[in-house]
């Protein structure tokens, strides 16, 4: 049985963007531990719990059906991209899950899959940080990419989790200028139910 979806449209710098759901529906706290560390209740959507599984789990049981479920709402539009670019990992995990999804995706649908778009420095994590302005100090030169192979293109630039779309927004914007790109479009797995 297919993955159940439910895609929004995301807004940013690109050219159409697409989150397949939200990731959590909702989210209670239940307590603080002997830590400090906050412990929520969260119900994830359909895709939202086969993506936290893999990326916070290593579970790869489930890229199958997350990789179906991309494939499948990206067939009628498989002619307006010829390149996916997975955004780069921000820290070390045993499984990449953009990586290994955006492979998956790319030869299911028989389009090339790039690792074009490189760091400068290794990235600071923006998870924690909300104000705008940090992020954009944090991002500011962090992207480079080689024009001689995005020149051109369309491109779909990938991304597992879509929280404020300050690191898509950078690096359209880096495809656009030194990559020369025809269009950028966006798709990421899920995105947060608030963006921060």
């Not at 899950?97 to 778009?117: E, M, R």
């Not at 290794?122 to 998870?127: E, F, G, I, S, V």
């Amino acid at each position: 049985m297919p993955t159940k979806i439910n895609p929004r449209e995301i807004k940013g710098a690109w050219l159409k963007g697409v989150a397949l759901d939200l990731h959590t529906l909702k989210s209670e706290l239940v307590g603080t531990d002997e830590h400090g560390h906050k412990h929520f209740n969260t119900t994830y959507s359909e895709i939202g719990g086969l993506l936290h599984r893999l990326k916070y789990r290593s579970d790869l049981s489930v890229a199958r059906a997350t990789i179906e479920a991309a494939t499948g709402f990206l067939t009628p539009y498989r002619e307006k991209f010829d390149l996916i670019i997975p955004v780069p990992a921000s820290g070390y995990r045993p499984v990449q899950p953009v990586q290994h999804l955006a492979a998956g995706i790319g030869a299911a649908l028989g389009v090339a899959l790039s690792d074009c778009v490189k760091t400068t420095r290794p990235p600071a994590q923006l998870k924690g940080v909300d104000d705008p302005d940090k992020r954009k100090e944090l991002l500011n030169g962090l992207y480079t990419v080689d024009p001689a192979i995005t020149a051109g293109k369309n491109v779909l630039l990938f991304d597992d989790l879509y929280r404020s779309g300050s690191t898509m927004n950078e690096i359209t914007g880096v495809l656009y200028g030194v990559g020369q790109t025809a269009s950028v479009r966006v798709l990421t797995i899920t995105c947060t139910r608030t963006n921060r």
